[in-house]
């Protein structure tokens, strides 16, 4: 599968079959795990955890038989650098065949914490389970894609824009649908785009305020996922330089993707 049909097929996997993952494809993804990559000029580190060995499990996920956390030095920009590092990772997994699932909220925080070390002025904003999607999913996983419609997405039409905020695109590009596809926290797609030329500019509209209460931004974790899609379809340089184009109050600017 090319970098598009992977984006298009992924589907978070809530239920796995039970079976470990076998020795050829651990291997790939521990080797693939050693050497993340992101723009933000952040590291960002992944360690894998065995689910039986370190009593690991989410209320949400059956069948797993292991976790990848996800760490990183607390600074600015820090979550996208996760978004955009981890789901690179999320996608060489499905290209093996492997399964995961972002999970940010439905898990025990301390116990994936501690497991995977993680030392001060560092975070783990997210884990995934891994393991082989099962043939069918389980009643919780059905009732929990349902409730976030996860099968769905917004229109490009309410996404993506060109010059400014007041004209929507309808017919999006394949980079552009590729962000279309992206996962995000409880599906709210909080990307915005502004196509100028050749320049992209990436807009998060704000509608989780997890910053107030966690002390970080879940919608910038997808905010760095959306710019890695776009970035592994069209390639391009992302840079911090904004435009200062007229924008709704909750509405920030991330990035500019020249390609
Ligand atoms: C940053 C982030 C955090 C998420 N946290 C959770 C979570 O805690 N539990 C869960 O079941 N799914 C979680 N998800 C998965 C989303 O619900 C899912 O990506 C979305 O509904 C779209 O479905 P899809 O991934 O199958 O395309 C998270 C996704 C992202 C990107």
Redesign the pocket.
């Known amino acids: 599968m090319n970098i598009t049909e992977l984006i298009k097929t992924?589907?978070?996997v809530?239920t796995f079959d039970g079976r470990p993952l076998s020795e050829e494809d651990e291997a790939k993804l521990r080797a693939f795990c050693e050497k993340t990559e992101n723009p933000f000029g952040t590291p960002v580190s992944v360690v894998w955890l065995d689910a039986k060995e370190r009593g690991l499990s989410?209320p949400?996920?059956v069948g797993e038989t292991a976790y990848l956390a996800c760490k990183t030095p607390k600074r600015k920009r820090c979550e996208l650098a996760v978004?955009y590092a981890f789901e690179r990772i999320v996608l060489y997994a499905w290209s093996l065949g492997v399964g995961t699932?972002?999970?940010?909220?439905?898990?025990k925080r301390e116990l994936f914490e501690k497991a995977a070390e993680t030392g001060d002025g560092e975070f783990m904003?997210?884990v995934s389970p891994l393991g082989y999607p099962a043939k069918e999913r389980s009643e919780i996983d059905v009732r929990?894609?349902e409730r976030?419609?996860?099968?769905e997405r917004e229109p490009a039409s309410n996404l993506f824009f060109e010059l400014d905020f007041l004209c929507p695109m309808s017919e999006p590009d394949e980079a552009l649908e590729a962000v279309r596809?992206?996962?995000?926290?409880?599906?709210l797609q909080p990307w915005r785009v502004i196509k100028d030329g050749p320049r992209y500019h990436f807009y998060e509209k704000h509608s989780l305020e997890t910053e107030q209460t966690v002390g970080w931004d879940?919608?910038k974790?997808?905010m760095g996922?959306a710019l890695y899609h776009f970035m592994a379809v069209s390639g391009g340089r992302c840079e911090i330089s904004d435009p200062r184009l007229a924008a709704d109050p909750d509405v920030e600017y991330i990035a500019t993707v020249t390609v």
């Open positions: 992924r589907k978070s809530r989410s949400v996920i978004g699932t972002w999970i940010g909220g439905t898990m904003p997210v929990l894609r976030v419609r996860g099968d596809w992206a996962p995000s926290a409880v599906n879940v919608q974790i997808d996922i």
